[in-house]
């Protein structure tokens, strides 16, 4: 397994955005420990601009197809900017 930091965009389709979040939070969560980190990026007033996760898997290959199943992403809300290894040299736990 490798590690892919995945980063989106945002397409400014705010009501789409809340009418799937609960199914754009279930997918997330459905990746289980596959999922090492997810989060929105913010602008300098706090508003999403886009997304950054960070995924285990066995190759971009399986990090595209997961990163394009997301809900946000079929519906257009979130755009796939781009997928990159990545290696986590660092980490200490939320607190």
């Not at 999922?35 to 898997?57: E, F, K, N, T």
């Not at 190759?59 to 257009?76: G, H, S, W």
Request: glycine letters at 6%; proline letters at 7%; hydrophobic letters at 45%.
């Amino acid at each position: 397994m490798a590690h892919f930091l995945v980063e989106y965009a945002d397409t400014s389709k705010a009501a789409q955005r809340e009418a799937l979040r609960p199914d754009h939070i279930a997918y997330r969560k459905g990746l289980g420990d596959a999922l090492r980190l997810a989060g929105p990026l913010l602008d300098h007033d706090g508003q999403p601009v886009g997304s950054v996760v960070i995924i285990d898997a066995p190759d971009r290959v399986a990090v595209e197809t997961l990163a394009r199943a997301d809900p946000y992403v079929a519906a257009e809300v979130l755009q796939l900017v781009s997928v990159r290894a990545y290696r986590i040299a660092a980490m200490r736990p939320p607190g």
